[in-house]
């Protein structure tokens, strides 16, 4: 009878980290990110030892950036492929499908159930955590290209205008979709569905809130 296949001591490490990883993000994405302790973090993942989340992550801080940049690859990914295919766009709305479309088709190949976008919420109510992310994000070029895009479009607003109004779009995505996820169906097509109308709807919405008027 053979013996089964040795774990490497780096797979063994990577496969903590993952435990981790997912245990901190459902829970901070319940609870807040606040109120959760390492202690209840290294017990959600299956370890012993209460030292696992410093051993392996160090501070709160930098377990939440790891969570944030385990979603920011592929999101990247998705408006690397958004931006080649608007690239040369004067229409406002596939730019905005360019900021709506790599969140929820991320959370859509998640499959249910999935926490990400109730985190990310948590993230824009703490000022400490608002800007971490956004610290995260800042070297983000393909960011900084949909927004460059988005802004073009809109040359009747003046700059503050704009960042004022983007601000709105952020956070009307990231807490739609956290309210989309609380009640999300456990059924991945049907989940898939509750996506697509989401990000459609939230095209809609966002395109509108844009284009709407300015009072002096």
Known sequence: MSSPPRVSRTEQVSHTRGLILAAA?????EHGVIAVSNRQISEAAGQGNNTAVGYHFGTKADLVRAIIQRHSGPMEKQREELLRRYARSTALRDWVTCVVLPFTAH???LGPPTWYARFAAQLL???QLRELASNEMHDAPTLHAVVAGLNRCLPGLSPPVRADRGEMAHTLLVHLCAQRERTLPA???AAAEVWSATAAGLVDAIEGLFRAPVTR
């Not at 993000?25 to 994405?29: N, S, T, V, Y």
């Open 187 to 189: 059924d991945p097509a």
């Open 125 to 127: 109510t703490e000022p």
């Open 107 to 109: 959370l859509a190949s």
């Open 25 to 29: 993000e459902r829970l901070f994405a």
